[in-house]
């Protein structure tokens, strides 16, 4: 997770790799034809001001230049054609290939995940403690709270070694799962489905949060994906199963953000 980083992070896939060398190979190139662009500019309007005696020339249309300015533009968009085609070829097509389905459905203002081949789901929730702490405001230092807003009281599971297959859609306002580490910024529209896919080495606990204003409590549905090993992924679904056959037909327990106490707050 960038800590005040002006730069995208570079992540821990391949795929996200290439796209922070793509974003770094534009953000150069248009650097240099903004210095280039400017530069002249301000040469010409100050080397070429009224007040030195500079007459405008009276020249008009020159077929050498027009064919110059428009090839080296289109020179320069193919150059980055190539690696962006390849970049967006591989996350498209890499779902096709995944052992596993997990549905990501955004709610207001919280996130279910379905695994679809086990046939059970949950709901993911920022974590209560932090819930609790943001409603309180100015009431209590957050610095002393480890991952702030970015906690959740359930979090994703993930085997590492396995591609898994994501399919995002919403329950009500089109919001967006985003983990910057891994990649994956993905709209979650009513209605729609999208995918992507994911395919981690290491384990690890990545963290993002929904990257669209969907309404008063957007900035409090963050995203927690915990990757474990196989073994370890396979006693966390027995696990599950076995809370979720306890539970039987009842709906499920939602443990999330009730914000009312934020509203009473506010009605002083
Ligand atoms: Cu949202």
């Known amino acids: 997770m960038a800590e005040n980083g002006l730069n995208l992070a570079r992540g821990v896939i391949a795929v996200n790799s290439d796209?922070?060398?793509?974003?770094?190979?534009?953000?150069?190139?248009?650097?240099?034809?903004?210095?280039?662009?400017?530069?002249?500019?301000?040469?010409?309007?100050?080397?070429?001001?009224?007040?030195?005696?500079?007459?405008?020339?009276?020249?008009?249309h020159s077929g050498k230049w027009e064919a110059v300015w428009t090839i080296i533009p289109i020179i320069i968009l193919l150059s980055f054609v190539a690696p962006a085609t390849r970049d967006l070829i591989v996350k498209e097509v890499g779902h096709q290939e995944?052992?596993?389905?997990?549905?990501?459905?955004?709610?207001?203002?919280?996130?279910?995940?379905?695994?679809?081949?086990?046939?059970?789901?949950?709901?993911?929730?920022?974590?209560?403690?932090?819930?609790?702490?943001?409603?309180?405001?100015?009431?209590?230092?957050?610095?002393?709270?480890?991952?702030?807003?970015?906690?959740?009281?359930?979090?994703?599971?993930v085997p590492v070694k396995t591609r898994i297959r994501f399919l995002y859609t919403s329950n009500d306002v089109i919001h967006a799962w985003w983990v910057p580490d891994l990649g994956l910024k993905h709209d979650a529209v009513p209605g729609f489905v999208n995918s992507s896919w994911l395919e981690l080495v290491e384990?690890?606990?990545?963290?993002?949060?929904?990257?669209?204003?969907?309404?008063?409590?957007?900035?409090?549905?963050?995203?927690?994906?915990?990757?474990?090993?196989?073994?370890?992924?396979?006693?966390?679904?027995?696990?599950?199963?076995?809370?979720?056959?306890?539970?039987g037909s009842k709906p499920e327990k939602y443990t999330g953000i009730e914000s009312n106490v934020v509203e009473e707050n506010n009605h002083e």
């Open 98 to 157: 995944a052992e596993m389905t997990i549905s990501v459905t955004g709610y207001q203002w919280r996130w279910h995940y379905q695994y679809e081949d086990e046939g059970f789901g949950f709901f993911s929730s920022l974590a209560p403690e932090h819930n609790e702490a943001r409603q309180r405001g100015a009431d209590i230092d957050v610095s002393t709270i480890e991952n702030y807003l970015l906690e959740v009281d359930n979090p994703l599971v």
């Open 19 to 60: 796209i922070y060398d793509l974003h770094l190979l534009a953000f150069v190139l248009v650097s240099c034809i903004g210095l280039i662009v400017f530069g002249l500019m301000i040469w010409s309007i100050v080397y070429h001001r009224k007040s030195r005696g500079v007459s405008a020339s009276q020249f008009h």
């Open 203 to 247: 384990p690890g606990i990545y963290r993002g949060q929904c990257a669209e204003l969907c309404g008063r409590d957007h900035a409090f549905m963050p995203v927690v994906l915990k990757a474990v090993s196989k073994q370890e992924y396979h006693q966390w679904l027995e696990n599950m199963k076995q809370v979720k056959a306890e539970q």
